[in-house]
């Protein structure tokens, strides 16, 4: 991720050095550098047939009925890798909540809303694509307070990349980014580890494929602790990654699993880099079915994987690449 951003910082600055002078070199450098690394960058707001192409994909209903209405912070802050499909992913999270009747959604790029009196107008609180996060002390024991009171927590793609300097809250999302050795171009065979779970019933029983970008999960990431739904189906050659590319030896690269964190629940998914995603009927399905296990409406067993006396069935990946998305 950072040396992404210095590759773009460095190209951008052998551009500006040779057209234009030194005190336009120097401002063109800050902005570059507020637009990939800091909070507050502008996004393109999204075009009317951009938010149809959403509204078309969300379901016409919510898998659970919310047992009394419900509140969600949608918070996209990013102080590290800014994603694209940030905006995407904003109107999508709060279409699937209004449009079902799930829940209402707030968003934020606000660090203040992680305020322990701000948290308790939220049922959940939604981390979009949330990069290298420097959260207060307090701001971190209110979050955490929070989701061990009972309330819901879910990370969505880059909200793995955010906890950096604060393990106590990447145990409590269940793992931190480590690279991705499946980048946004390729198209990935992905396993239903527990084909039974309301989680991945959005995908009818069958693995499916998906161009997307998939995170190697690190850190505190074990199947001790969380309950795996989907990961990449290994067994498919063409996900097969050069071994210097590759962190982790059990070959075990999860993305989407849920979890328990005292009373309250925390769902994870690493899809959704790929403004595409947000337009996908199967993808949106599988958020609003986290966000409501995440919000306390739709029960799914959260039994870590590994404490399972029986292993649920799971659905491998189909042999030809029946992509999900284009
Ligand atoms: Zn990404």
Redesign the pocket.
Known sequence: MRKDIMKRLLAQFSIVTTSVPAIGLAIALTLNATAYAEPGHTFTPLTETERQAIRAAIPAQARARPARPRRVLILYRTEGYV?ACIPFANEALKQLGETTGAYSAAVSEDLDALSERSLTRYDAVVFNNTTHLSLTPAQREALLAFVRAGKGLVGI??ASDSFYTWPEGQSLLGGIFNS?PWTADDTVAVKLEDRESPLTAAFGGHGFWVKD?IYQIDGPYSRTHVHVLLSLDMSRPENARPRDQLVRDDNDFPIAWIKREGNGRVFYTSLG?NPEIYRTPQILQHYLDGIQFALGDLRADATPSAKLKQQPSAAPAPESSTVVID
């Open positions: 994603h793609h880059a991705h970008e880099h």
